[in-house]
């Protein structure tokens, strides 16, 4: 089992920045990527960007060069730095783990708000 709390969402004007962290407790050795995904209502759940453990990234296009995700693999915990914030960017923001061995996402967090607003 894999536990993850997200922390750090809040309101934020346009052009702000804001961290979000997620730190992973349990079978920690078990996990091969972890990601950042954000829902808003009414829509499906989108990934915003993910690591390996061996540091490899991928990005949704619409946050590249705006956000970076990083992995301190000694605290067990996943970042995702958010510059130029937009107000599209409002949304659920939710930490997400996969095992080795499996085809997705197959543990998540519960969530932390973003809000973008002047």
């Known amino acids: 089992q894999v536990q993850l709390v997200e922390s750090g969402g809040g309101l934020v004007q346009p052009g702000g920045s804001l961290t979000l962290s997620c730190a992973a407790s349990?079978?920690?050795?078990?996990?091969?990527?972890m990601a950042w995904y954000r829902q808003t209502p009414g829509t499906q759940r989108e990934l915003v960007a993910e690591?390996?453990?061996?540091?490899?990234?991928n990005y949704a296009n619409d946050v590249k060069g705006r956000f970076t995700i990083s992995l301190d693999t000694a605290k067990n915990t996943v970042y995702l730095q958010m510059n130029s914030l937009k107000p599209e960017d409002t949304a659920d923001y939710y930490c997400?783990?996969?095992?080795?061995?499996?085809?997705?996402?197959?543990?998540w967090g519960r969530g932390t708000q973003v809000t973008v607003s002047s």
């Open positions: 349990g079978s920690i050795s078990s996990i091969y990527t």
């Open positions: 690591i390996t453990g061996g540091g490899n990234t």
């Open positions: 997400a783990a996969q095992q080795i061995g499996e085809n997705s996402y197959n543990y």
